[in-house]
């Protein structure tokens, strides 16, 4: 598989230059190209203005943006782009303009250079016709503001190989994206429903339903979202908009372009949206906006999945990082149920006399979290959610069996790797099913639910094979207690850890009091769980929590059987983690609290800033914690007390509260 370390990209506009800038801060060499000086220096300067915007809101350092700045070499000279392995068209959308330059691009760099389109309309297949390498060549579709939305579709044309789609597939998550994988259909997957969206509520101004106000509130209010669809094609331009329905007139009735919208590009004027704060709507228009609203979106998402144009985890991903839309599409269609959905589809449907698609039945959104991949002798399970952090829920837990039996079961299998998606391996469970269940008062569904995790994990670590888990990012609870039942943890370097539980009213309850104190000591274990500490990969290796931190180009060749998995290694702490050993080892938490412990080795300011964080935790919660690290009975011990600790006042009002600051009762 081809590594990608050096990037063009051609274009440097507003969407060229977000590009570069986002490859350059994730450490590749890039090379902004365009036509004149000029261009390249607003591009430059673009990049410079957001950054500084992230430096001034402490998103990240001056350091970072000086890195960043330094990644980064412009040249009007397109012979400069030699030295690139990917080289990202970033141009207007213009269908001849970019074959022209990809024909000039193609007899300048060498047959393995992958050749990229940025296009969100025009046909991958198509434009691949203009290389003489279509194996090469492959769309990579990234969304506004590309420096800071995480999404990119890719998509493969006719002839793309399965190895570019897999360089490009690694590359975009190195580059701190989460791709999603669609067929090369005009509007991929997310404008393909999004677009449409916008149309239909232009058409619902022309028709005089309400106004531009009452129209963006009302769908603001029935997707969850932030802005509305007005203000959405002020942000990003009415004549896009305009633009990309008409690549999709070809699909039908439904998405011929609307007349009021090609009135108001031909008018060069933004949408008027005053009054979008104030206004006021009645019943019956809320229910004819809201309902032609979703109608569109299920009509097109059905014909998308009938299609197979991507999988329905991958076109909710789509709208949730991609839009930010709140729930995806697939979501909203079984919240609403199917019954309600054929409704108002059938009912969109009728309006314009389309067909009713196929993809409206339940079948199709059916959701894959847990992928399974197998090279050689070693099969990788990905938690694959990561528009959610990758959260584990009773449908995750259960799919991560059944792809952990199916790898155990292959023969040829030697080594199992897990490892997450996105920015996070797993964030931890998801809060919202323990308060939803605390509040019905079925602290069962709760203690079963943990109950099957334990079995689960327990599975996990009893299996003969080995079991190596790759932390690519954030691992949090039920997460790290996950990694804790492999034989093998790696980590990434910029991964972060902790277990938060105590803060918000619980324990970890997935084996995180027993096999953290079985691999890193009493003493270790209470002072992760009982300050819920966020350490780093380095940190986590000096006390043995992890056995080495790699690099991504190590995770690909062990997930590809060309490097082993490193042994694993006993560390001998450092002072300042003996200090820290001692003290949790030879007091309680409360002795601590009270200065009644006999350990001096740690600095006072460290003593006193341990201190206060304990203080902010839930008291049940240590309570429990601590006794069942100091008993080290086993992690069934977990379950006989989860019934104490979810029936508290403060387990509610910690689970409920996640992000602020509480003060708890001990009750």
């Avoid at 949206?273 to 809320?286: D, F, N």
């Avoid at 059916?366 to 099969?379: F, G, K, N, R, S």
């Avoid at 155990?408 to 919202?432: R, Y």
Wanted: with cysteine; proline share 3%; charged share 25%.
């Amino acid at each position: 598989m081809k590594k990608i370390k050096t990037v063009g990209v051609v274009g440097a506009g507003t969407m060229g230059a977000a590009i570069a800038q986002k490859m350059a801060q994730q450490g590749f060499a890039v090379i902004l190209n365009d036509r004149e000086e000029q261009y390249l220096e607003k591009g430059i300067n673009g990049i410079k203005e957001t950054l500084q915007q992230g430096v001034d809101r402490n998103v990240f350092s001056e350091n970072m943006m000086n890195r960043t700045i330094n990644n980064i070499s412009t040249a009007t000279d397109q012979n400069e782009l030699k030295k690139c392995d990917l080289i990202i068209e970033a141009i207007f959308e213009d269908f001849d303009a970019k074959c022209s330059l990809f024909k000039t691009l193609d007899k300048i760099v060498d047959s393995d250079v992958i050749l990229a389109t940025n296009t969100s309309s025009f046909s991958v297949t198509e434009m691949a016709e203009s290389v003489s390498h279509p194996e090469r060549f492959v769309g990579l579709h990234y969304f506004y503001h590309a420096a800071k939305n995480r999404l990119v579709e890719i998509i493969p044309g006719k002839d793309t190989s399965d190895e570019t789609v897999k360089a490009v597939k690694v590359f975009s998550v190195m580059s701190g994206k989460d791709p999603i994988l669609t067929k090369d259909r005009y509007g991929f997957a997310v404008n393909r429903f999004f677009v449409p969206w916008l149309n239909e509520s232009v058409r619902l101004l022309g028709e005089n339903v309400a106004t531009i106000a009452q129209i963006d509130a009302i769908a603001m209010k029935t997707f969850g979202i932030g802005m509305g669809p007005f203000a959405l094609m002020n942000a990003t331009g009415v004549p896009i908009a305009l633009h990309a329905e008409k690549t999709l007139e070809v699909f039908g009735p439904s998405y011929l372009v609307s007349k009021r919208l090609e009135e108001q590009v031909e008018a060069g004027e933004d949408w008027d949206l005053s009054g979008t704060e104030e206004c006021t709507y009645s019943e019956e228009q809320e229910k004819v906006v809201s309902e032609r609203l979703l109608g569109s979106v299920f009509f097109v998402c059905s014909q998308i999945l009938a299609e197979e144009v991507c999988t329905p985890v991958d076109l909710n991903r789509g709208a949730k990082i991609g839009l930010r839309w709140r729930m995806g599409p697939v979501d909203m269609m079984i919240r609403n149920g199917v019954e309600r959905v054929k409704e108002l589809v059938s009912t969109y449907a009728n309006l314009y006399g389309e067909k009713i698609p196929g993809g409206i039945e339940t079948s199709n959104w059916e959701m894959e979290y847990v992928t399974l991949d197998i090279v050689d002798t070693v099969a990788t399970i990905t938690m694959s959610r990561p528009e959610d952090l990758n959260a584990l829920n009773e449908d995750v837990m259960e799919q991560l069996n059944d792809v952990f039996q199916k790898a155990e079961a292959d023969s040829a299998v030697d080594t199992i790797v897990l490892t997450g998606s996105g920015k996070a391996f797993v964030a931890g469970a998801d809060i919202k099913f323990f308060v939803k269940n605390i509040k019905k008062n079925s602290i069962d569904n709760i203690i079963s639910f943990t109950s099957r995790g334990h079995d689960i994990l327990n599975r996990i670590d009893k299996c003969d094979k080995k079991v190596v888990a790759i932390l690519n990012g954030l691992t949090l609870g039920g997460g790290m207690e996950l990694a804790l039942s492999a034989d093998v943890i790696l980590a990434l370097p910029n991964v972060k850890i902790a277990f938060p539980e105590t803060g918000i009213g619980i324990y970890p309850g997935l084996g995180g009091t027993q096999r953290t104190a079985i691999r890193v000591g009493k003493g270790l274990a209470k002072y992760l769980i009982l300050t819920g500490d966020m350490i780093g990969a380095k940190d986590a290796k000096e006390i043995g929590l992890i056995d080495d931190v790699i690099s991504y180009d190590d995770l690909i060749d062990i997930t590809e059987g060309v490097k082993r998995v490193p042994l694993r290694q006993e560390s001998e702490l450092v002072d300042d983690w003996k200090g820290i050993s001692c003290l949790y080892g030879g007091s309680t938490y409360k002795e601590i609290l009270e200065g009644n412990y006999s350990c001096d080795s740690l600095p006072s300011d460290r003593l006193e800033r341990l201190t206060k964080v304990m203080k902010y935790k839930a008291p049940v919660a240590m309570d429990i914690a601590e006794e069942l690290i100091d008993k080290g009975r086993g992690t069934q011990s977990e379950l006989e007390r989860l019934r104490d600790i979810f029936t508290t006042d403060d387990a509610l009002l910690g689970l409920s509260s996640i992000g602020k600051k509480v003060a708890y009762s001990g009750k």
